[in-house]
């Protein structure tokens, strides 16, 4: 069995392209794997937040990974600034690093573009991440490709200290999602559906109302050939709708096609609303149901434990090898 860690910060509006490009791997990991999976609130701090909405955020997200499938039984699933190693660790892996290849990190740079100074928090993110990985002594750490930066440095810092002091960390591996998986906005098929586009129409919620995915897939854009034929060079948003339609409704893009042949946008889109709705209704249900409960409450708690024991063994192991503390 493989330890594997992945963290997603508490930020509202997880959608269609979340589910299928992270959250639908994380739950097939869990039956071959020990699963470690947590919400990452220390790094949301890096930019300001409201504390009543990120402890919403927080729980929203918790109840979604619930709601989608992560089973607690499985898989441990916590809160990471209710494990103090997080923090701990971070400094001492801080004292490991440069300035310089900090920042040479894209998403620090993209981030701090043109301003004189830039929060700190920001610039030692990609620590703090590294900290989540190394302290649970993961194998496998399930990311975006926009995080291959951040588990190089991961992996870096880990092997300078296994080198300069003695063996510490477990050396993890990226295992980077599927990019078929990969799903368009659909109000512009060549850009990737995102949390952060100002267009609502442009994704789906998980959490969207019936009502509100029809009209979004309604106004969906395609083109005006008029044929449901896969092609995302030259059709893109046809080729999206498709592609959702084949993953939500488990069937191949080319049975699809030929389920459609001859029917027009219309027919089409109709019944990717009903097949969206459909899927997406027991998530919704469930999240209601465990939103605003003690379970949620229950399980995040009995996570921490859980997370926090693995956690402390590492951080024994890390003093013990650098000295620190009484040693005893
Ligand atoms: P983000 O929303 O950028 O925090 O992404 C969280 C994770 O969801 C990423 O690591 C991606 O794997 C996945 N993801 C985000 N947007 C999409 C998308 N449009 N299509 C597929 N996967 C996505
Ligand atoms: N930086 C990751 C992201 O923005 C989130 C994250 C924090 C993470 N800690 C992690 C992912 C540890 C994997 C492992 O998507």
Redesign the pocket.
Known sequence: MKRV?????PTGNIHLGNYLGALKQFVELQDDNECIY?I?DM?AITVPQDPKTLREHTLDVAALYLAVGIDPKKSIVFV?SDVSGHAELSWVLTCNSYTGELSRMTQFKDKSKNKESAPTGLFT??I??AA??LLYD?DV????N??KQ??EICRDLATRINNKYEKTFVIPDGRFLKEGARIMALDDPTKKMSKSAENIHSRISLLDEPSKIKKSIMKATTDSEGIIRFDVENKPGISNLLNIYSVLADKSVEKLEAQYAGKGYGDFKKDLVEVTVEALAPIKARYEEIRHSDELMDILKEGAQRADAIAQKTMARVKKNFGLGLGR
């Not at 750490?141 to 975006?144: A, K, L, Q």
């Open positions: 860690f992945s963290g997603v910060q947590c990452v790094h990471q993110y990609p703090l991440m989540d990985i993961t750490v399930p990311v975006g926009d995080q951040h588990i």
